[in-house]
């Protein structure tokens, strides 16, 4: 398998680079006002961005935003070989298990994400994920065959692992049940450090993770976050449209960073837990918002998944606000919910 993108660490980074250098320009903060804090860094194989916007002294150390992030990455990675997941894919115990209460709060946030989006979202996706050269493990290079993917198929679906969120535990229906976080993990991070930035009483920021962003109040003009929603073009980066947005978690998802092409197909890392393949569609992107970043994250990965008829319907029943932007040819069309249109009424451009 040839991949003919770069590995994701840099994908990522790369895009939440270009993220931030857009929110930069967009808040327009030539000069630092006082109480204007930022702080970035490096986690779950991409980057992290955090502004925080305050009339006194933000007291808050790098040190501190560091530390959570690390903890997530350290719970949910499958790239750390001792991490709580790593060793919980490892055990092919089907005792019910004690987990952390993060483990325990994202197995059920994804199943119920799973149910609601009919099968599309599915963490278990994990061995297909790896057979398609898009995980930990090493990259094949020849397609996988379908003899390949039968096997694995045997061991996906969310209704294979069930979780006690009382006790605190869980419980793997098939030994070789693996789990994939990387469509929610980036979420939930935003939202850790979300939360904490409150905790400490800031309450207007934005906190990025690899293009995932929570926003809360306003910016340091005392507007709204201007946020940019790329274009799903993988030769270039530019803009698609900006948006003005408070109070909400943004998340978009799309193969056009994370895919390769064989035999003039492309692949992209979104894999349809039904088929066992990647999605093969026209929809570039989707960009979802939510309340909580770690929702707008995992749907945005289960609406590429529906593609964008079934997603819009969908999407139009949950009352989700969503941006599809389709490719047609050198062209992109956008679908928006009305919830979108609603909560992004003074677009930019
Ligand atoms: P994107 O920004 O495109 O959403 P993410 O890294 O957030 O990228 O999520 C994509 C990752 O999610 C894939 O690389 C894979 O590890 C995992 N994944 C792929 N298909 C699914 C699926 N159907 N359900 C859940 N996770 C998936
Ligand atoms: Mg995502």
Same mark, same amino acid.
């Given at each position: 398998m040839k991949s003919t993108t770069q590995p994701v660490k840099n994908i990522s980074f790369l895009t939440g680079f270009f993220i931030l250098l857009l929110s930069l320009l967009l808040i327009g903060c030539d000069s630092s006002p006082k109480g204007l804090v930022s702080y970035s860094g490096q986690t779950m194989g991409t980057t992290y961005h955090v502004t925080i916007v305050a009339d006194q002294k933000v007291s808050i150390a790098q040190g501190d935003i560091d530390e959570l992030l690390a903890g997530v990455n350290q719970t949910?990675?499958?790239?750390? /070989?001792?991490?709580e997941v790593w060793l919980l894919n490892e055990n092919k115990s089907d005792e019910w298990q004690k987990s952390s209460p993060a483990l325990i709060s994202l197995v059920a946030a994804s199943q119920y994400i799973s149910e609601a989006s009919l099968g599309a979202? /599915?963490?278990?996706v994990a061995p297909l994920v790896d057979l398609w050269g898009f995980g930990p493990s090493f990259k094949p290079d020849d397609l996988p065959s379908q003899n390949d993917i039968d096997k694995v198929m045997q061991d996906i679906?969310?209704?294979?692992i069930i979780v006690n969120t009382e006790e605190g535990t869980l419980k793997k229906l098939s030994p070789n049940v693996h789990l994939d976080f990387s469509s929610i993990a980036k979420g939930y991070g935003v939202d850790e450090v979300a939360n904490y930035i409150e905790s400490r009483g800031f309450f207007n920021y934005m906190v990025e993770v690899g293009g995932e962003m929570r926003l809360r109040g306003h910016n340091p003009d005392g507007k709204k976050w201007r946020i940019a929603v790329e274009k799903? /073009?993988?030769?270039k980066r530019s803009i698609q449209r900006v948006i003005k947005l408070s109070d909400i978690a943004v998340a978009t998802s799309g193969g056009y960073r994370n895919f390769f092409i064989k035999d003039a197909v492309e692949y992209s890392h979104t894999i349809d837990p039904k088929t066992g393949n990647p999605v093969q569609h026209h929809l570039a992107s989707v960009t979802v918002l939510s309340g909580e970043c770690m929702t707008a994250d995992a749907w945005a990965t289960a609406f590429m998944v529906l593609g964008d008829k079934k997603g819009y319907d969908l999407a139009i029943e949950q009352k989700m606000a969503v941006l599809f932007i389709v490719k047609n040819g050198p062209e992109y069309h956008e679908v928006m919910t009305p919830e979108f249109k609603r909560l992004t009424q003074e677009l930019v451009i």
């Open positions: 949910f990675s499958t790239y750390i /070989d001792n991490s979202y /599915d963490i278990t679906g969310y209704h294979k799903p /073009d993988s030769s």
